[in-house]
């Protein structure tokens, strides 16, 4: 395979035959293992590699692409490929001259500086004839042809025909493929969708500062008798914007057809006409830009600037969309009311912190998956072509960062997708906590060294603030780096130098600003926040019936290197004490997971001076286990609330001599790229027992159905007819024989309720609810509330006694009128995203399931007791 070399994209295009290149290889293969001379080149050789199960050519650096496309797509593509522009007189020449990769086509109305007038679109067979005997030039070269309509849906039938000449086409909107495909005495291969996309080096917010930005801008044409609809969408969002220095970009300003022009009272707003680079320059000099959709109804229908805006680092506000939603989830405000598009226009413009987690949010979305060569890719593999792939540009990570501890640095990174393999720390581990990260760190695949000289001046990504950045921090910086050949400079909002993504020395520098200015938590949920221990247990044995909130603990002490045993018992008290004698025999500590029987077995077997640690969670204390152990015997028992620590204390089950500690529940790092939260719909999740108070949900959605019918209840957990056991209880039977009675008398709420039942991925199921919701009358964490906000979801709940300790007042609400309150201003002000952001940020690094396994060798270690 090394040998396959330039001409094999030539050998690739003149035959076309995967069968022969099959068996070719299987030669070479076979050759390869039998040490026998390998069958004759075929051509000079190219670089093939497996995409998607098939064999794909690989071009190597840009790809060359003969275009017929407008300005804007031109500008865009040129960063990415080397495109040669054919007029209908000189394309034979340039197909002679070059060697082109791929013919691409878009429905252009004036294609090529207006060399194609009339010539893409289906006018006659005359004006397409040029256009025809490219395509079949192409083809006898073996040369791949695509076409692109970006005017689907409104102008498919201008360009359909059209479409039909070549072998692959590309919709704006999905639903047209079936029509594609339908088309007959047609040349088409595949069809697929692709949407519009920015291009970095076009579309940035480089070297401008936000606080030197003005304020809302709107740049298109008023189309008032042919969308009338779509002019009523910019109605309500001019008249919102008006007060907040609202400028129009009128592209229409020279042409004098009153069907075009604005309503009088935005006169004064108006402004002339722009070219496009002067357009993409308005971009940077916004902070936000206002957006309608001709197109409201397409999943992938919508258009350039909503990519292209926030690549440019400004805020975009919308109307409705179901494209725009698709892309970027509740993320870009959203306004379907003149009620909404004042209150979030006032919102943004009051609130810089959440205008500035909105860009930053949206930007960091169209970078990872929404630019030119995303789409190119995805072009060249329907011709079996790929781009080839670059080295890893960030393959070393540089913490210049002396102010921070190399314990916060390294839980830094554990929160983060390591995407390099090298990460050069300002000093080596000091302490047994920080030898333990970095032994951590080391087993996830990252080499670890402490001294920076001679990596300084390789392509790198070098970090001088590392608190600066939130918990996707090290993708964002990635993320820039990959989109980018310049060296890019993060600084603050007052211009702190926070990291560098460095390129090659000769790179252009560039200064980006952080738009996010990470606020940290006030309020602290563990008691433990130094880890000072200096002995480890080589061991530690871990036992009880329920362990599924702590293995994703126990994997990271495995990571840290501490040997861990465990000990399943069957339920509270029954199991195998030979077993469990043999797995006490190897353990130099034990960790009783709940305060059940396991903790009244082990006390009374383990020898004196081992560490006894119990994690107590809620159902212990109603229960005598802990009670009837030999508490002489536990050297630590955390808690994940701290009312229950006190509580406990307070009732007598625990002795005032044990030590005792908070340590919360832990938040799993998850992929919150992949939210499309409905900000509509209310997530509740476990409606038995009764505690859980699903009556007071059902008060709550009738509350907000009066203010929005769009309001809906979505239930998760098992239906109490599933409970064998609530048959036998009659108080639990009587509150859901209400629950039904109430439901069967008001069909309407009824509508409005979804039971979900048992769900296999509950992650999926908070990425898609806009607010998640606790009506219980106690708890003891309820990780709902805190794995609600880390995939997009707002968490609100009725206070019960000891949540202030764990949550504050993002969550906190005194009763269901004044949580239906909050919900549905949030959504006005399309500020719900936002608000699971807030939320996030107190929860995220203390809820770090690194950070409490520090805490608990702690704890077991005999330190941080708060007793």
């Avoid at 093939?48 to 692409?65: A, E, F, H, M, Y």
């Avoid at 697929?192 to 579309?203: E, L, R, S, T, Y």
């Avoid at 126990?554 to 069957?570: A, H, N, P, Q, Y």
């Amino acid at each position: 395979m090394s040998r396959l070399r330039d001409s094999g994209l030539d050998w690739v295009k003149e035959h076309r035959d995967w069968n022969k290149l099959a068996s070719y290889l299987n030669e070479v293969h076979n050759a390869m293992f039998t040490g026998g001379e390998p069958p004759e080149l075929l051509g000079t050789g190219q670089a093939l590699t497996i995409l998607n199960g098939k064999v794909s050519t690989v071009i190597q650096g840009k790809p060359n692409l003969m275009v017929i496309m407008d300005e804007f797509s031109t500008t865009a593509l040129s960063a990415d490929a080397n495109l040669v522009r054919p007029t209908p007189e000189n394309w034979q020449g340039l197909l002679d001259e070059h060697r082109i990769d791929m013919l691409v086509v878009e429905s252009a109305w004036e294609g090529n500086d207006g060399a194609w007038h009339h010539k893409v679109g289906w006018y006659s067979e005359e004006e397409i004839a040029d256009l025809k005997q490219l395509v079949e030039a192409c083809r006898d070269r073996n040369i791949p042809t695509v076409f692109y309509n970006k005017e689907d849906p409104v102008h498919f039938n201008r360009f359909s025909k059209t479409s039909a000449l070549f072998d692959h086409v590309f919709t704006t909107d999905e639903g047209c493929i079936t029509r594609y495909e339908a088309l007959e005495h047609s040349s088409i291969q595949s069809v697929d969708w692709i949407q519009f996309a920015a291009q970095p080096d076009v579309h940035h917010p480089y070297d401008v500062m936000l606080s030197g930005r003005s304020d809302i801008a709107f740049a298109g044409t008023y189309y008032a008798g042919k969308y009338p609809e779509r002019c009523e969408k910019m109605d309500m969002l001019f008249d919102a914007a008006a007060n907040h220095g609202l400028v129009i970009y009128d592209r229409q300003s020279d042409g004098g057809n009153p069907q075009y022009v604005f309503p009088d009272r935005f006169t004064s707003h108006v402004r002339n006409k722009l070219e496009y680079h002067e357009m993409l320059q308005k971009h940077r000099e916004h902070r936000i830009f206002l957006n309608v959709n001709s197109v409201e109804d397409s999943l992938t229908m919508a258009a350039r600037r909503i990519f292209e805006i926030p690549a440019s680092g400004a805020c975009l506000v919308s109307g409705p969309g179901l494209a725009v939603r698709e892309v970027f989830g509740n993320t870009v405000p959203m306004v379907y009311s003149s009620e909404q598009a004042n209150a979030t226009l006032a919102a943004l413009m009051a609130d810089e912190a959440f205008l500035r987690y909105t860009i930053q949010d949206s930007r960091h979305i169209v970078l990872k998956r929404h630019l030119n060569n995303h789409r190119l890719q995805k072009m060249l593999n329907a011709s079996s072509l790929t781009l080839q792939r670059p080295s890893s540009v960030a393959d070393t990570v540089i913490v210049s960062d002396t102010s921070t501890s190399i314990r916060d640095i390294c839980l830094w990174f554990a929160r983060q997708e390591l995407e390099f393999t090298h990460l050069v720390l300002p000093s080596a581990p000091s302490t047994k906590a920080e030898e333990l990260l970095v032994n951590l760190l080391q087993n996830r695949g990252l080499s670890i060294s402490f001294d920076k000289q001679g990596v300084f001046d390789a392509t790198c990504i070098v970090i001088y603030n590392i608190l600066a950045f939130d918990s996707p921090g090290l993708e964002t910086l990635i993320t820039e780096m990959n989109s980018t050949p310049h060296t890019v400079h993060f600084r603050s909002q007052n211009g702190e130098l926070l990291a560098t993504c460095q390129q090659s020395a000769s790179a252009n520098e560039v200064d980006l600003e952080y738009f996010v200015s990470l606020q940290v938590s006030k309020m602290s949920i563990s008691t433990i926040s130094n880890h000072t221990f200096t002995d480890v247990p080589s061991t530690i044995l871990i036992a009880g019936h329920d362990l599924k909130f702590a293995m994703p603990i126990v994997e990271v002490v495995k990571e840290m290197g501490i040997r861990v045993l465990i000990d399943k018992w069957d339920n509270h008290n029954k199991f195998d004490a030979e077993k469990s004698r043999e797995l006490l025999a190897q353990a130099n500590a034990v960790w009783c997971e709940w305060a059940l029987g396991n903790v009244e077995w082990y006390s009374k077997v383990v020898d004196v001076g081992t560490p006894l640690f119990v994690r107590y969670h809620l159902q212990e204390r109603e229960l005598e286990y802990l009670n009837s152990a030999n508490q002489e015997n536990i050297t630590h028992v955390s808690f994940v609330c701290d009312y229950y620590r006190k509580n406990s204390y307070n009732i007598g089950q625990l002795s005032q001599s044990v030590p005792s500690s908070v340590i919360p529940n832990l938040l799993e790092r998850k992929d919150i790229s992949k939210k499309k939260n409905d900000n509509f719909s209310i997530g509740f999740v476990g409606m038995v027992p009764k505690r859980k108070r699903l009556d007071l949900a059902l008060d709550l959605l009738e509350i907000l159905h009066k203010k929005d019918p769009r309001y809906q209840l979505k239930i998760v957990g098992k239906h109490p007819d599933e409970y064998a056991w609530i048959q036998n209880r009659k108080d639990e039977k009587r509150y859901y024989d209400s629950i039904k009675s109430r439901l069967s008398q008001n069909p309407i709420l009824a509508s409005k309720i979804e039971f979900l039942g048992f769900v296999d991925d509950i992650s999926e199921f908070y990425s898609s609810v806009g607010h998640v919701i606790s009506t219980s009358d106690f708890e003891s964490f309820h990780l709902t509330l805190a794995d609600g906000p880390s995939l997009g979801c707002a968490a609100h709940t009725l206070k019960w006694d000891g949540s202030e300790t764990i949550y504050n007042d993002l969550w906190l609400n005194n009763d269901v009128e004044l949580m239906a309150k909050r919900i549905h201003e949030l959504n006005l002000c399309n500020q719900t995203s936002y608000h699971a952001h807030q939320q996030l940020v107190h929860l995220y690094s203390q809820m770090q399931t690194e950070r409490i396994a520090l805490s608990i060798i702690e704890a077991i270690s005999g330190g941080g007791s708060n007793a």
